[in-house]
């Protein structure tokens, strides 16, 4: 890796580890604790690559990237935050942010990204023109209380990223998930932040089509956004009426949105949903993953409800952290939506400022516990412990079936840690790591960028 990477972040431990990584990687470095010197070090054409903290003490690293894009177009930008919403994500990309990663990051991450930003970066000036980015207003971040989509996850960073880059895209989206994951958040986010939002926001249900007039829903929604929810309920004529809407949209009219649980897909097995409809209304397909897949993802969500409800109710509590195991360990059949409640209700009714254990325990009301995933069991061959992870996916959604698409997300959830756990077993020696894998080198490589996979060397065998 070779360039000169320009770093802003008011922490001096992340400045101070970003310096000695990306200066053992090859790069120069100049890091600074304050925008106004970064935006000096751009004017006088330093650096090939920035990485900018979003909240600053002299400003915000976000609002900051129109005026690198005019002073500098084409120097690319990776912001890193704290801030790990749906916001953060798609505020990045309205501003043109080369990529963003939440905080906590991976460091061989950051470094993989910042190499690829730096080549990025040569090509642009390769090219025989640089054509400057448009510098585009950026998004007022709603209030908390309106976009509680919060999560650190990588599963939820990448649908915040997805979000980001078909918010202003000419295709409808189909939207699925189980019922209190935020389905309906995601479609209000891919309008509030579209070049939309200053249209009509208009959610129809499976009644409206039934006994009313798609072409009226059209018209009322101009060429904002219409949000079909509860997809699976529509009958027969409702799916033929709103199959000609579809084919009948004007070229200014609304994006089609539309809301599934997993209800569609029984639908589609059972030949009681079209599949033609099926296949024009997802041109984008949204899966918003349930909170037991996203475990790790309760603590923050827990934090943001009790802040939430002292703000509403002017009291304030705490989990313990034997209420917090207990909290991470419950499947949350309800989702978001449920533990929302359940922490609203928490601090409405509680006494002392610490939530215990016993507290929680009674207000989940037994509700059932997601299993501890433990090691392997003695003697399991590896096609038997692998069968037994598959059935406990299909499991884990009860009495329904899992989205679409198992096939790809089992072989990917397989692919890449086999091959991140043998870079690190081959001392990220790719040459070595392919040998073993029976694989070329080239299609590795390939893979290490499509999965986006972590090149570590904790460990190597001689």
């Known amino acids: 890796m070779d360039g000169t990477v320009l770093v802003a972040d008011d922490d001096r431990t992340i400045r101070t580890v970003l310096t000695q990584a990306l200066t053992r990687a090859g790069c120069r470095v100049h890091a600074t604790s304050s925008l106004t010197t970064l935006l000096r070090w751009v004017e006088e054409g330093k650096g090939d690559l920035v990485i900018s903290d979003v909240i600053m003490p002299d400003g915000n690293g976000i609002e900051m990237l129109p005026r690198i894009s005019a ?59 640089v054509v400057k980015a448009p510098v585009r207003e950026v998004v007022e971040v709603a209030g908390d209380g309106d976009l509680p989509l919060v999560g650190r996850t990588p599963t939820m960073q990448a649908l915040y990223r997805l979000v980001a880059r078909v918010m202003n895209a000419e295709l409808p989206a189909l939207i699925t998930g189980e019922s209190g994951t935020g389905k309906s958040l995601i479609a209000r986010a891919l309008h ?10 208009v959610l129809a249900s499976a009644q409206d089509l039934d006994l009313g007039d798609p072409a009226a829903l059209v018209a009322r929604a101009r060429s904002g956004s219409l949000v079909i ?26 994006r089609v949105i539309a809301i599934a649980d997993g209800g569609l897909t029984r639908a589609l097995e059972a030949g009681a949903f079209r599949q033609d ?32 409800a002292a703000r509403e109710t002017g009291t304030s509590r705490r989990l313990s952290a034997q209420a917090l195991e207990v909290v ?20 409405i009714t509680g006494q002392e400022a610490e939530i215990g254990r016993a507290e929680i325990e009674s207000a989940l009301n037994n509700h059932p516990a997601v299993s501890a995933q433990g090691e392997g069991r003695h003697g399991e061959t590896l096609g038997e412990a692998v069968g037994r992870h598959v059935r406990r996916y299909f499991e884990l959604h009860g009495d329904e079936l899992p989205p679409p698409g198992v096939y790809g997300r089992i072989l990917h959830e397989m692919e890449a840690p086999l091959i991140e756990i043998s870079l690190e077993y081959t001392g990220g020696n790719q040459a070595r790591c392919a040998d073993l894998l029976g694989i070329n080198r080239n299609t590795l490589r390939k893979k290490i960028n499509e999965l986006d996979i972590r090149v570590t060397r904790r460990r190597k065998l001689m």
Do not use: C
């Open 71 to 129: 002073l500098r177009p084409g120097l690319p930008v990776i912001i890193i935050s704290a801030q790990n919403t749906i916001m953060t994500a798609i505020q990045a990309t309205e501003a043109d942010a080369w990529d963003y990663l939440p905080k906590p990051f991976d460091l061989p991450d950051l470094l993989q990204r910042s190499s690829r930003a730096l080549e990025s970066g040569r090509r642009a000036v390769r090219g025989s023109t």
């Open 277 to 308: 409809l099926y296949y024009r209304l997802g041109g984008v397909t949204l899966h918003v993953p349930p909170l037991r897949e996203r475990i790790e993802d309760i603590p923050l969500l827990a934090e943001h409800f009790l802040a939430r």
């Open 229 to 254: 929810d509860g997809l699976a309920d529509l009958g027969a004529q409702a799916q033929a009426r709103l199959v000609r809407m579809l084919d009948s949209l004007p070229e200014d009219g609304p």
């Open 328 to 347: 991470r360990q419950y499947s949350w059949p309800g989702n978001v939506r449920q533990l929302e409640n359940t922490i609203r209700r928490l601090v």
């Open 192 to 201: 509030d932040f579209s070049d939309r939002r200053n249209q009509p926001f």
